[in-house]
């Protein structure tokens, strides 16, 4: 089966989990015999191997004299955002950029030929390179042979109708994280209206939990039995965990994501407080970038726990490794989680941990403590018995780890490949 699948990022140019849930999905689909054709806006040609070809759209030729321009583009109107945006983060700063469209196509007119170009991240312009890339994917889709169209998030959804339009081949698309997840009651109109035509047009939507399945029902109106629910998997367990040494001699307790609403660290905070007024032997570490990062550095100042608080910025790689070696703890206090890979990471290193019962996580994982996000004296206490109680903590970290072995990337290879099965019946 071959497969035309639109992606964002690819390891190890990730900002987060989107990145790293494409590459091992990628991976295990090439496992179980799909040829993948994976397109991000710019190849960086350092795209780790795991099988598939990777192929950026700006290296992509695109005829501009095209009749599709005309057939499928007539209405596009670009819009420039002043701050980074990326797939999973809410923004509500957007203008519009007048005659971009007309800009672009005209550029280049010695040649009806030419390429788009892509910054390869979530800069000032991504809604623009947004509907660039489903420009370029009208060339792919007549350039490349597939049997079915593949789109991960709201980035490349536009991507993904074009590639079908195109070529008349069915769309899934996937959806990590919905705009409600990133923003709440605040959506961005936007990308919200973008995210309604990619699940609406689609043959068949691919939810990473019923708990998100649940949303694109109530929220965008998708009818149950077009959706799948296929949870997101680990990588193996390593054979021997090797516990880092502790810089601080104190018990250390970890929040690794991205500073934002959608994750929750001011209730991780909030928690943290409640902890240290019963015990200063312990240190929290606050690990990720965001635009909520200022905010929370001042939360921390105006609590007066600065001593027992530390922030590291983003980590990625074996940093992230490192940092689950150290912890006593792992706290996943989401608002709205979708999935949620991380408590998996930590749970793999041997790490006890807390989770958002508002996450898709909670439903395939026994062995975690789960608390609503906003119950701050659940989770303190959660935390203070994980680490004051060594029995618990024991007990929940080895039966987490027989219960790994069940969430795995073969497992969800083989229900996307039901997928695409059903689509092209």
């Not at 998997?233 to 959608?262: A, D, H, Y």
């Amino acid at each position: 089966m071959k497969v035309l699948m639109f992606g964002w990022e690819f390891p190890p140019h990730i900002s987060g989990g989107l990145g790293t849930a494409c590459f091992r999905m990628t991976e295990a689909l090439v496992k179980q015999n799909a040829k993948i054709l994976f397109v991000v806006p710019h190849r960086f040609s350092d795209e780790t191997e795991n099988g598939s070809r990777i192929i950026g759209a700006d290296e992509i030729d695109f005829d501009i004299s095209s009749p599709v321009l005309k057939k499928y583009f007539n209405n596009i109107s670009f819009l420039q955002i002043n701050s980074k945006l990326v797939p999973y983060v809410g923004q509500r700063d957007f203008y519009n950029v007048k005659n971009r469209r007309e800009e672009t196509l005209s550029e280049g007119t010695e040649s009806s030929f030419r390429r788009f170009d892509f910054s390869g991240g979530y800069g000032e312009n991504l809604l623009e390179e947004v509907e660039k890339y489903a420009l370029t994917a009208s060339q792919i889709a007549k350039d490349f042979d597939f049997d079915v169209i593949h789109a991960h998030d709201w980035l490349t959804y536009k991507a993904g109708l074009v590639a079908k339009k195109i070529s008349g081949r069915p769309l899934v698309v996937h959806v990590h994280a919905t705009e409600f997840d990133r923003s709440g009651e605040t959506v961005n109109q936007a990308v919200y209206d973008i995210e309604r035509q990619g699940m609406q047009e689609a043959d068949r939507i691919i939810t990473v939990s019923n708990y998100t399945k649940r949303i694109v029902v109530k929220r965008y109106g998708q009818p149950l039995e077009k959706i799948t629910t296929v949870y997101n998997g680990i990588e193996p367990m390593s054979k021997n965990i090797m516990k880092k040494s502790n810089p601080f001699g104190k018990k250390i307790v970890t929040f690794l994501g991205r500073v934002t609403f959608q994750k929750g660290p001011d209730y991780f905070i909030e928690a943290a407080e409640k902890v240290i007024k019963k015990d200063k032997n312990i240190v929290f570490v606050l690990a990720g970038s965001g635009d909520m990062l200022n905010r929370m550095i001042a939360l921390v100042a105006k609590k007066r726990i600065s001593e027992n608080f530390f922030f590291t910025g983003f980590l990625k790689g074996k940093d992230v490794e490192t940092m689950f070696r150290m912890s006593d703890v792992y706290v996943m206090p989401s608002v709205s989680e979708p999935f949620g890979i991380s408590p998996l990471e930590a749970m793999r290193e041997g790490v006890p941990t807390i989770i958002s019962k508002q996450s898709g996580v909670s439903e395939v994982v026994s062995y975690a403590m789960k608390v609503d996000f906003w119950d701050i004296d659940a989770m303190s206490d959660a935390i203070y018995a994980l680490t004051h109680y060594p029995a618990m903590s024991k007990m929940i970290t080895e039966n987490a780890s027989e219960e790994l072995h069940k969430i795995n990337w073969d497992k969800a290879a083989s229900e996307i490949i039901s997928v695409y099965n059903k689509v092209l019946a």
